[in-house]
């Protein structure tokens, strides 16, 4: 089946933004917060039907880790029910669904994971991404289901989106404010445009339906994902990067210690490093 018109929801977040400038506005249409609210998915599912996308791409998330610990119901609600309700929309219009997943789905026992591995999140954002995954798995069988980690990109002027990690680092540095990064969690990193482009092909060739892990090659600590980003602006020298542990600083959630993502059913994605310097030479 050709793709033709994709309905992309989350459209002014990170990976949506680069969605939709990917497809263009003519072959996608872009809802967001301003159009529809994700928990009451129900209520805009006849404008759905009338817009009849061959495909739908879901970046909406409840993606504040540490406060879903305290917001569950809301994390479970935007992450976990409503992703079921999705799968059930695409499988009445028979349209194939991707769906974004996260690292955190996993304990960090293993310390680095494929596609086939079993999920033991640790946290309650981790739980409601995961029972996201089990409900749309559940309510349909045309899906990707991607699972990536630490995305950065270009942020939408006056979005709600959360802010890149990368983006907090420099906004500290700007502000001559210490940072603290962790040595001691690990995983892999994400450019959007390159998530964005992985995932669009999945549908434009067709993949076999299942879950993918598409991140960029390499991993690291969250500490050198900070030095690096700083050694590319030129501002590592003298700059307030303080190393500090997960048991130096406790976060409100219980987050894996060591989760890299494997990519073992697609080409493998340029390096980390490569992609954060093409990002932070357009920003500059």
Same mark, same amino acid.
């Given at each position: 089946?050709?793709?033709?018109?994709?309905?992309?929801?989350?459209?002014?977040?990170?990976?949506?933004?680069?969605?939709?400038?990917? =497809?263009?506005? +003519?072959?996608?249409? *872009?809802?967001?917060? %301003?159009?529809?609210?994700?928990?009451? #998915?129900?209520?805009?599912? !006849?404008?759905?039907?009338?817009?009849?996308?061959?495909?739908?791409?879901?970046?909406?998330?409840?993606?504040?880790?540490?406060?879903?610990?305290?917001?569950?119901?809301?994390?479970?609600?935007?992450?976990?029910?409503?992703?079921?309700?999705?799968?059930?929309?695409?499988?009445?219009?028979?349209?194939?669904?991707?769906?974004?997943?996260?690292? =955190?789905?996993? +304990?960090?026992?293993? *310390?680095?994971?494929? %596609?086939?591995?079993?999920?033991?999140? #640790?946290?309650?954002?981790? !739980?409601?991404?995961?029972?996201?995954?089990?409900?749309?798995?559940?309510?349909?069988?045309?899906?990707?289901?991607?699972?990536?980690?630490?995305?950065?990109?270009?942020?939408?002027?006056?979005?709600?989106?959360?802010?890149?990690?990368?983006?907090?680092?420099?906004?500290?540095?700007?502000?001559?404010?210490?940072?603290?990064?962790?040595?001691?969690?690990?995983?892999?990193?994400?450019?959007?445009?390159?998530?964005?482009?992985?995932?669009?092909?999945? #549908?434009?060739?067709?993949?076999?339906?299942?879950?993918?892990?598409?991140?960029?090659?390499?991993?690291?600590?969250?500490?050198?994902?900070?030095?690096?980003?700083?050694?590319?602006?030129?501002?590592?020298?003298?700059?307030?990067?303080?190393?500090?542990?997960?048991?130096?600083?406790?976060?409100?959630?219980?987050?894996?210690?060591?989760?890299?993502?494997?990519?073992?059913?697609?080409?493998?994605?340029?390096?980390?490093?490569?992609?954060?310097?093409?990002?932070?030479?357009?920003?500059?």
């Amino acid at each position: 089946m050709e793709i033709g018109r994709v309905l992309v929801l989350g459209a002014r977040g990170m990976l949506g933004r680069e969605l939709m400038k990917l =497809y263009g506005r +003519d072959r996608a249409v *872009g809802w967001d917060r %301003e159009t529809f609210d994700f928990a009451r #998915l129900a209520d805009v599912k !006849a404008d759905i039907t009338k817009i009849k996308p061959d495909a739908i791409i879901n970046c909406v998330a409840y993606n504040d880790v540490n406060r879903a610990e305290t917001e569950r119901d809301k994390a479970f609600k935007i992450n976990a029910e409503s992703v079921g309700e999705l799968g059930k929309l695409c499988r009445e219009l028979d349209i194939p669904v991707v769906h974004f997943s996260t690292n =955190y789905v996993f +304990d960090g026992k293993k *310390g680095e994971y494929s %596609e086939v591995d079993e999920p033991h999140p #640790l946290s309650a954002y981790g !739980a409601s991404k995961y029972e996201g995954e089990k409900l749309l798995r559940q309510n349909c069988s045309k899906y990707y289901l991607v699972r990536t980690s630490v995305i950065f990109g270009t942020r939408v002027e006056g979005s709600e989106s959360k802010e890149s990690f990368v983006a907090f680092v420099l906004q500290k540095t700007k502000n001559h404010e210490p940072i603290f990064a962790y040595t001691d969690e690990i995983g892999s990193f994400t450019y959007a445009v390159d998530l964005a482009r992985a995932a669009a092909l999945l #549908l434009e060739e067709q993949k076999p339906y299942g879950i993918y892990h598409i991140v960029n090659s390499g991993h690291g600590s969250r500490y050198e994902l900070a030095e690096e980003t700083l050694r590319l602006h030129g501002l590592l020298e003298g700059s307030a990067l303080r190393p500090v542990t997960l048991q130096d600083r406790p976060r409100a959630a219980n987050i894996p210690r060591k989760s890299v993502l494997l990519n073992t059913k697609l080409p493998g994605m340029r390096p980390w490093q490569e992609a954060l310097a093409e990002y932070l030479n357009q920003e500059s």
